[in-house]
């Protein structure tokens, strides 16, 4: 059974977390901690009002930590609201900065595009505002915050993604359902399904093994597609609302990679999780409530699980972190805090909209990664109070 430890901290192990909200006051903090909970540095203060903040970013795509600009030195890229910013990992010192065409940027990565030794920084929109359309725009910038080019794309959605796919050793680009090539030029596109419809998340994976990648996609409101690297149309997955799509070797007995989609979570509870083959062949289809995170802890079916954190519909109900198999049974389930209840209903936040209350805290955000330098990926769970650091058994392992 999965072992936990408990930190009450301000902080990720290891990593950074930020807290910030548009409301009526600036709340920036960043901070980096080591295994044992103790800060390494702070920039910024910690949140100490007694009401909930609104949160800024979209998990952890809204930083990276890179060697930007080759000195050997990592730095952290990150989106505040409407701004990029470069911090010195080493002791958090603000190094640059870069004013956004809106405050709707969450996503940030850094990218090869060309023979420089430099990365550059792939960053988009992942809303709309008043003078951009959903998820637009998308800017690539050099490690000195200079603007490469800048693209406005049908459908683009929350999330970018990249990889080398015609292996020329430079990073191929896809924003919304459009591949570019490193310099920006179009590989090729599709339309939107509908007037509204825009990618809410994607995998680049070579799934078969063949040395070339295919590309999964979930569309808002409609079905998935996997596309080969051509951009041609491989399988079309039936969904309600596909929101997530994950890759990984779940399944020992199947070849090659496979890929899990995940329906949108919505009031009325649960929806559908689906696996697949590399062909887009169904191998399983189950009722999942809340999304999924891969994890390198082996199921009894494969190498690969999933960690499930769950909201239930109503705020009385109970916040399940579990640990299951790619067919979604059961296979642990994390000590965490089991209900918010009482800070949606202390904050009046269900007066609100129970849909918004993630917004102001009222659930669990997972992580995956290898905190204590054994070579084995551990679980983190926060609740913006506390950081629960999580193992599995190493006879399940």
Known sequence: MPTPTKLSIPGILNSTTTRAGVEDQELFC????????DILWQTGTPWAENRPFSWNGHWGRFCDLVDLDG??????????????????????RLKNTRKLPNSGFNYTRAVRIDDSGQYHIFTKSGTSSREHSYGNPTLM????????WTKQVEGAGHQGNFADVDGDGFDELLIGYSLFDHDGTPIWSHAPLSEDDH??????????????FEIAVAHDGHDAYIHNAD?????????????????????????????????????????????????G????????LGYCEPVAWPSGVGPVSLIRVERPPAPDG????????????????????????????????????????????????PAVGDIDGDGHPELLVTDRESVWVFDVDPDRR
Not at 30 to 37: E, I, M, N
């Open 199 to 212: 990618l809410d998340d994607s995998e680049i994976v070579d799934l078969d093994g063949d040395g070339e």
């Open 71 to 92: 000195d050997g030195k990592t730095e952290i890229l990150l989106v505040h609201k409407d701004e990029l910013r470069v911090y010195d990992a080493t002791d958090g």
């Open 318 to 365: 109970v916040h399940r972190v579990l640990w299951v198999d790619p067919h979604g049974r059961e296979l642990g389930r994390f000590r965490v805090r089991d209900s918010f209840e009482d800070h949606i209903l202390r904050h009046g936040l269900d007066r609100v909209s129970y849909d918004r209350c993630t917004y102001h805290g009222a659930m669990h955000s």
């Open 30 to 37: 960043l901070t980096l901690v080591d295994g044992s909970g």
């Open 231 to 279: 951009g041609s149309i491989r399988r079309r997955i039936s969904m309600h609302h596909c929101q997530n799509v994950l890759s990984g070797k779940f399944v020992d007995a199947v070849d090659g990679k496979q890929l899990l989609f995940v329906d949108r979570q919505v009031a009325t509870g649960t929806r559908d999780a689906v696996l697949v083959d590399a062909q």
């Open 141 to 148: 910038l050099n490690h000195r915050l200079e603007t490469v």
């Open 281 to 288: 062949n169904e191998l399983s289809r189950h009722a999942t």
